[in-house]
Structure formats: C-alpha cells, structure tokens
C-alpha cells in the first residue's frame, strides 16, 4: 500500500488478495457461487485459464522501472524509486523496499539495474527472461 512518502511493495498479504479477488472475478464470470464448494483449480479448469493478474502486476512493476530509469525529465521518480525520501521510520520490521523486490526478480543490485534499464531493449530482454523464470507468460499477462 502506498502511505505517505513510502515506496509501494507488494507485502504477501497483498499477493494472496490479489489471489483471491481473481478467483472472486473467476466464479463471478461463471456464475458460481461459494457456497457451491467447488475448488479453485476446479474453476480454473472450466475456465481454461490459469492466475494472470499477479504475474500481470509484477511484469507491468518490473517494465515501469525501466520507464522510471529512463526518464530524464523528472528525477522524482528515480528518487522514490531509490528511496531517498525523508520519512520517519515506524515501528517494527522494516518492510522489504521496491528495490528489494525488483533486484529479487531480476537477480540483479541497483546499480545493475540503473545501468542496463537505459537501454530499452537490454531492458525488456531482462523484463522477459525475469517473467520467464517465474513460468510468467508476458505476452498473455499483459491481454
């Protein structure tokens, strides 16, 4: 969730939300109640579909980050993204930052990222292999 100067993660309980309101749309579409009982994998079949849309989200994160690397106009978002924003810091653990999760997909460090993000098509080579690697399908994640 976004909260003030913060950067955005995706916490698992965010993933397994994301999870369950795809599943929600999946049973709408089918008419299908839950008290029907009928498991998920169950209405994946009949819908001849697999979960898409938090791969989806992840794909569509790792291509905005190149996006935001690229940009010149505004360093904004190069700050946010690099978070070097002053805020005071909560309570508790600290939670994983946005460069955390992105190097945790691309199995690379920031500086990695900084330099081979400024060529677009380096860029989505690594965007693809990182879907590729999760078993994302870009191509059908982004229909």
């Known amino acids: 969730m976004l909260y003030g100067c913060e950067t955005w993660t995706m916490r698992k309980a965010d993933e397994l939300q994301i999870e369950a309101a795809e599943m929600c749309f999946f049973r709408r579409l089918l008419r299908v109640s839950w008290k029907d009982r009928r498991t998920n994998g169950n209405v994946l079949a009949e819908m001849g579909t697999g979960r898409t849309l938090l ?3 992840k794909e569509r994160r ?8 690229r940009n010149k106009k505004n360093d904004l978002m190069k700050t946010i993204f690099e978070g070097k924003t002053e ?3 909560g309570r508790g653990r600290p939670s994983l930052s946005y460069v955390d999760q992105v190097s945790k997909a691309t199995g690379l460090k920031l500086q990695s990222i900084s330099q081979k993000s400024q060529d677009r098509v380096i860029w989505r080579g690594i965007v ?3 879907c590729a690697a999760a078993n994302i399908n870009p191509d059908d994640a982004a229909r």
Do not use: M, N, Q, T
Not at 62 to 69: D, F, T
């Open 55 to 57: 791969s989806l989200v």
């Open 62 to 69: 790792l291509k905005y980050i190149g996006h935001a690397e």
């Open 87 to 89: 805020a005071k810091r």
């Open 128 to 130: 693809k292999s990182s």
